[in-house]
């Protein structure tokens, strides 16, 4: 039976429902019985029932509602769609996949996806999607909930990702990527990126094991971001640019930001009882952070191996390490870092160690209760503190031993338990010395040079 034609301008709604009898016209009283009955194009509405999937869409609207389920099994595809298509209130359940996006945009709304044996949802080179208010539910681990193929575009907003997804989103050179107010709960990685760019707001990842968030060669924005577990909160590879504000990382197995050859900027970043590769871990790469807590761990607040950091800004309360080698604040370890503005409290380590011909630069700071030392020059580091106060250190306020260089200006001490310097000039290191306060004075030496201020009794 021919339908009418609709009026210009007017999409036409044609009804579909799985019990309705054979020989429908798509009217709401005699609905279609299939999907393979009514039109390629239109709005399609569905009556509640389960409906063969296996089925291509191109340029159509198809809204269920509570109990409307297209199902399929492997190894065919539920739900393959072309041109302009969106699903709305729908349960696609089985397939290989659950939608393959093949061509041109794709709105999933209201939408869950539950027991493929491959990528939940996969968006082809020159696709689009955009997912709102759904749910994917892994059945079998190893395979990510959304795959972005290079070139592919998603977008993802009020999504929630359950169970062991390899990856809730894995995005290899996508054109563009963005997530807001996504939530993964137990896959083995939230969000993992290679090439291209993307955008990550308000976003939550807890209870996998793999790194929270990792991106490798391609650039990634981050805003208000909680990790809580994982291997890494953040994890970086070669080539991977990243820019952030509001990003926090609880209770890490490893490091709460692992940053590799690559280049950052944070701002507001929150560490807490990260594991044994310390809080922040730094490796040739240039990073700039403002404004960074680290709290409690089991190893070192932050650590830069042959890396160009400036740091303002910034709390470390801890680490209590069982080995004092461990339990360091901040280490500096080649390269070049500008520290300015930092409280360390309470560390069962070094406050601040520069080393392996690092260069360090760093004012205005307070170092309080260090378990082996204020400040830490060696091997043939140099550092230059400005305005550095340094209190209730269990050895000396500053220590400066193999061939190191330590320039030290308006330095205030007192209260450690090994004096305010010790200088190894045995081992060739020079101190310069511009100003000293506090309760004891540094004791003269070959290698420590300048003036400093004469103590008052009290």
């Known amino acids: ?102 061509s041109g945009r794709a709105t999933l709304a209201s939408v869950s996806l539950s027991g493929q044996r491959g990528p939940a949802v996969e968006v082809g080179a020159g696709a689009e999607l955009v ?111 990243v820019e952030g504000r509001g990003l926090r990382s609880a209770g890490a197995e490893r490091a709460g930001l692992a940053l590799v050859m690559s280049k950052g900027t944070l701002e507001d970043v929150h560490v807490e009882s990260a594991g044994p590769m310390g809080g922040v871990q730094l490796v040739g790469s240039e990073v700039r952070i403002r404004g960074l807590e680290v709290q409690g761990g089991r190893s070192s607040g932050l650590v830069a191996r042959n890396a160009q950091l400036t740091l303002e800004g910034g709390t470390f309360v801890g680490p209590r390490a069982p080995d004092p080698a461990e339990g360091d604040a901040i280490q500096i370890r080649g390269g070049r870092a500008t520290l300015g503005s930092l409280r360390v409290q309470d560390c069962s380590g070094i406050g601040v160690l520069a080393a392996e011909a690092a260069s360090v630069t760093l004012g205005r700071t307070t170092v309080s209760g260090a378990a082996v030392a204020g400040l830490a020059v060696e091997t043939e580091a140099s550092l230059t503190a400005t305005e550095v106060s ?60 300048g003036a400093w201020a004469i103590i008052p009794r009290r």
């Open 1 to 102: 039976m021919a339908v009418a034609a609709p009026d210009a301008g007017v999409v036409p709604e044609l009804f579909i429902d799985a019990s309705a009898a054979p020989g429908g016209d798509g009217s709401r009283t005699r609905p279609f019985r299939a999907l393979a009955d009514a039109p390629a194009h239109g709005r399609l509405r569905l009556a509640s029932g389960v409906y063969p999937g296996g089925v291509v869409l191109e340029d159509v609207e198809l809204v269920g509602g509570p109990a409307v389920v297209l199902a399929a099994t492997a190894p065919a595809t539920c739900v393959r769609t072309r041109g302009t298509v969106r699903l709305e209130q729908v349960q696609v359940q089985g397939g290989a996949s659950g939608v393959v996006v093949e």
């Open 131 to 241: 997912v709102t208010g759904s749910t994917f539910q892994a059945s079998v681990s190893s395979f990510p909930g959304v795959r972005v193929l290079p070139g592919g575009k998603a977008e993802l907003a009020q999504v929630r990702f359950q169970g062991p997804f390899r990856r809730a989103v894995d995005a290899s050179q996508p054109a563009a990527l963005r997530l807001s107010g996504v939530q993964s709960q137990d896959a083995v990685s939230g969000l993992w990126l290679s090439g291209g760019t993307a955008l990550v707001e308000s976003m939550e990842v807890r209870g996998g094991r793999g790194p929270g968030i990792y991106v490798a060669g391609g650039m990634l924005q981050l805003r208000d971001v909680r990790v809580g577990g994982h291997e890494y909160g953040l994890l970086t590879g070669d080539g991977a640019r």
């Open 390 to 449: 340094i209190e209730r250190t269990n050895g000396p306020a500053v220590l400066v031993t193999e061939r190191a260089t330590a320039r030290l200006r308006s330095m205030i001490a007192r209260a450690n338990r090994d004096g305010p310097l010790w200088a190894e000039c045995s081992q060739g290191v020079e101190v310069e010395i511009d100003g000293w306060g506090g309760d004891a004075s540094p004791v003269p030496a070959p290698c420590v040079h």
